[in-house]
């Protein structure tokens, strides 16, 4: 995936996934990778040993800090947790490894964790288990102090530049306004750190294979998040070049954006209501200031990463509320949290299994967990009280899920009502993100109020490509003809049951992919709001009577790519300009 011209002046021209629109240009920051320590020799022992223990205390004092502003059931983890901080099982045989061996303090540290893991693991028993993943977050903890200068920003605006970043580090760093534009080696256009850099209007390529050993020494680089491509160590033209390119991009995005508020109608007066997905409640506000008809997706989930423990009741309705506050009479749908996959907060106190995806994740895992989930209908349902809101559960995968999620809601409701607290009814709605989801969403609506089709996963689950994996990624194509089926399938279902069918995957705002998406059906969507005014002008420039037959076309093809074809063919005269402004 990624081709290579070295030349002289030690540019360097590498390829990967356009994850995130834009072009950014700056000096490079390279994020070390934080994989295992690698055994260094120490001079001084008793200088390693100190920094040690001042690693271990600030562990010890961040987590002390998060303890307090928790109820008494979380508080009770972290006391383990704080207790394991004194072990002298744990420190002193770190200490002693420095001493005596004379190597460095990151390692001492992750080989004393894994001696102390190992016979927990072998147990039998479900408590010594739990207690091996306690030992190996305070390990990560005091590891991450000890590495603390690995996620500290240096005080220049920088394209970052990683092997990878977790949603937990994107959502710290990506915030930054310092960071003019992620690459990383792994991630592709749909996996959870892609997601955030559009989130946050962060231009960003990923899935760059082999990039760090090809940074080394490249002051600069050029991050073209419209082509997929970075250019380390530019020519001083190429340079003037991409200033220029990303200054055109952002002219022509706020020019479609200067028509926000004008009606989102098609060339046969069809209207579409394209709404935006957020990650971070702050991004509410402009979402709906510019003229996004509402938050169709909220991904609840990154409150709970980047943090030791979840957040309380209250503080989420707060952070409802403020949500929901933004954008009043548009319509709001807050998804309960999807954690699990390749989202797991910082401490997860639960095993992924070997194949996160197909493991407890998102409904699954509320519904094991049911005092986390209960703790955010709770929230939702209370910020709800004078507000308008729907709420959606993600990986849906039967009816019988979906059932017992919506006992949890009225169980929530009765409870609330019991304790004399105001509360909000909300409409339920269910995501269609597994393929046995889109089979029997006749079925699921026959128990919910909406759907709403996350295609992000309804690919990687339909096609078996996993979205964080670049080797893979591009056969993960939206447009192929078997996840196009099942989308048919679920308007169907919609218009059998008269109730909304929605989509707020990714494939909304894929520019090829959306006027089959609006042929088969769909009339609401949902997108990262960095894409909502070239879908707006998508819509305003077609006519949705000669969608509908290229879609049924689509239908009968036999690849993603002869889908694509024809709607290039077809389409280039009305959405040409679009297209070659978003980098196709
Ligand atoms: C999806 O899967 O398409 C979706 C919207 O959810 P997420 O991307 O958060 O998994
Ligand atoms: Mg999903």
Redesign the pocket.
Known sequence: MSAADGREDGRVEVAGVAASLGIALGPVHVVPRGDRARRRRVRDRAAEVRRLREAIEASRAEIEAARDTLDEETALVLDAQLLMHRDELLVDAAVKAIEELGLDAEWAVERTVDELRQPLLRSDSFYFRERAEDVAHVGQHILRHLRGDLLRLPERPLVLVAADLSPAEAVRLLGDERVLGLVTESGSA?S?TA?LARALEVPAVIGVAGLLERIEGSPEAVVDGLAGKVVLTPSAEEAAAAAQRSERYRRFANQLRARAGDAVVSRDGEEVALAA?I?LPREAGAACAHGAAGIG?Y?T?FLYLDRDAPPSEEEQRRVYQEVLDACPGRGVTI?TF?LG?D?LPRTARFDAGPNPALGLR?LRLGLRRREVLRTQLRAVLRAAADREAALMF??VSDVGELRRARALVREVEEALDREGLPRGSVRVGA?I?VPSAALLAGQLLAQADFL?????????YTLAVD?SNPDVAPLGDPAHPAVLQLLARVVEAGRVHGKPVA?????AADPIALPVVLGLGFRRL?MPLGSLPFAQETVRRVAMSELAPLAEEALAMESGAEVRDRVREQLRDALGELWVEQGL
């Open positions: 749909t959870h997601l997905n990650e997706l991904r989930e998804r999807d996959g989202k998102a993600p990986m995501m993100e709403s089709v996350g295609t992000n996963d309804l690919v990687q979205r989509m707020c995957g990714d494939m949902s």
